[in-house]
């Protein structure tokens, strides 16, 4: 697939811009997965796609054949989502633990049941994480869902954000502390 | 027996602890007990479900994306580029191309002749000059930086103007520290490299704020000891300049 991957960058930088479409195929939805788990929202990680894509294809003749392209566009995305977090006015919209339906912004709580008791004490602790999430700095949040949610290593979070290891280890470390901090009324509810 | 902090706690958690806090886990009933409880309490989050994207998606993406991208021009190379190209140009373009050259030309033999003219001098004054340099551009950095924490720790100001200057000179500073941190680790200097890289959590943090507030400033001094930075920022500046002021009388 790398393989693949590389001598499709070598058609698109000799001018077959068509094959840049085998690229995005492939990509397009670990792209969107990361940007919406960053951004926490589905038009914004559209977007993200978008830009990373479009940016990959202008950066195209920096990419160095030594990683995979997937990594690559990965990284891009996590920037793209990193500036879409950070930019003012624009606050991500978190919703933990269930579905959201963009069309009447309901929630769809994940549980089999519809026992009410349980459906409130669900909406309940997503309310609180959702909280607790927006309360991060984008770095922390940035770092955490690297690290919680796509299991990448505290060296990979700290190439894909740019900073030292050692800033990314710190910036995991007080997310999780933030976050446990925040969520300790629910432990006594669990 | 020291217990294990919560940092350590993260660290297994995710695997990237080391083997002492890994022994002392199995050993201490009570380590492992709060660890389980940390278990419990990192394992309850659990961020939204990723939407579902359909089998053509990377399709519609390609689709909305293809109309805004322009084709990269082919490459030519060989006798048969050449000639391409040599078709196309112009006299216009072949006598700039000529000009151009002349310029390189002009510039190898001048930077010969100079660099025979100075070559005593420069190898002479190298090492200590180049250090020197270095001192003060560090200086500099270290001067900035330490400004800007003592804004940080200050700053109380609602101004939404005043805090989007101290973003913007963190975002400046943060570009720079990464690279005197990377200098500082290559060349073996521990305590400088230490400190920039704390600097450099700090000065992440700021930069990427989005809306910078008082409050915001508040929680970076109380969550990263900005006055310890501080110090060991003053610390360091003053060496840089102790050896700055040493470099020059020698």
Redesign the interface.
Known sequence: MQGNDHSIVRA??????EA??AL??????TV??VA??IT?N?ADAEEI??EA??RG?QR??SYEQRSAFGTWIYRIAVNCA?NR??????EAE???????DPADKSVQV?TPDADPERVLLSREISAV?ETA?QRL???EKCAF?L???EDR??SEIAEV????P??A??????A??K??RE??P??GN? | MKHLT??EF??LY?S?GGSAANAHLKACRECSRRYD??T???E????????L?GAD???R??E???P????????RTGWLGWAGWRGRASWKTAAIAVGCAMVLAAAVLGGRYWERSTKKVSIAQSPQATQRVVLVVLSDHLDRTERLLVQVEHSESPDPTENAQLQSEAQELLASN?LY?VTASNTGDAALAGAL??L??VL??IA????LTAG?LKRVRN??NTKGILFEIRILHARSQDQGTKGATI
Not at chain 1, 12 to 17: H, S
Not at chain 2, 44 to 51: E, K, N, Y
Request: net charge neutral; hydrophobic share 35%; aromatic share 10%.
């Open positions: 698109v930088l000799a001018g077959d811009k840049y479409g995005v195929r492939a990509h397009s939805a969107f997965r919406f788990r926490g589905e796609v978008q894509f479009l294809y195209l003749e990193l977090v950070s930019k003012p006015g624009i978190y919703r933990h633990g269930e579905d959201t994940a994480q999430m700095t984008p770095t869902v690290r919680h949610i290593s505290m954000l740019e900073i030292a050692n800033a280890k710190q910036a995991v470390f007080r999780v502390q976050l446990r969520l300790a629910l432990r669990a | 919560e940092d993260t660290e995710y990237e409880e940390f419990r309490s990192l309850q989050i659990q961020l939204a479900t990723v939407p994207r998606y990377g399709e993406v390609w909305t994306l293809r805004q991208l322009i084709p990269y021009e082919k490459k990464r941190r890289d704390r450099e959590g992440a943090e990427n704020n989005p809306n915001d969550d990263m």
